[in-house]
């Protein structure tokens, strides 16, 4: 009789195993994501996001070493690198009910987050020219039913190490009020 209790046991751990660990409590990752994601020294590194039951993680490796990871508890819905080289990394998350955003830069050999915030509606990029290669990006709060007359917009601009915002402008009015 004991030993088919550890020969259940064996074939039960061997089932969870298998099946790539699909009990919450073994919170064994599964990968939903995987990209290049060029920062201008020829070799591209690897941006994976892992969905885990309470968590998601984006995870950059150089040459299969982790340099940088990002955790959280909102849905990995996509990512765009805002150029082809150099570029930053924007990614959006779900959250309750709202957007999330956060923008990654590579700056100094380091991986750091540069922006992070939310809002009801998707965001704006706005690129203006290669003396500045970095895009504005427009975040507008409000409602889809309401009028776009009651939305409010921010617009986030590149100070050299971060994005910061301008004063929440009228949706109506946001690309007038774009810096030169």
Known sequence: MKSRIQFAIFVFAVLIVVSGCSS??????????????????????????????????????????????????????????LADQNGDLFTLWMGGSSYHFVVFSFQGGKISKTLETGSKLPP???FSGSENPRPFILVTDGLVTA????????????????????????FTNRLAELPD
Do not use: M
């Open 24 to 81: 919450a409590h073994y919170r064994c990752p599964k990968q939903t994501a995987s990209f290049p994601w060029g920062i201008g020294n020829g070799r591209p590194l690897k941006v994976t996001v892992f969905d885990r039951p309470a968590e998601r993680i984006l995870k950059v490796t150089d040459n299969e070493r982790e340099i940088f990871r990002f955790e959280t508890a909102d849905t990995f819905l996509g990512a765009i690198p």
């Open 124 to 126: 704006e990029f706005i």
């Open 147 to 170: 009028e776009p007359q009651t939305w409010s917009s921010r617009i986030y601009y590149w100070s050299g190490k971060h994005y910061l915002s301008r004063q929440a402008v009228p």
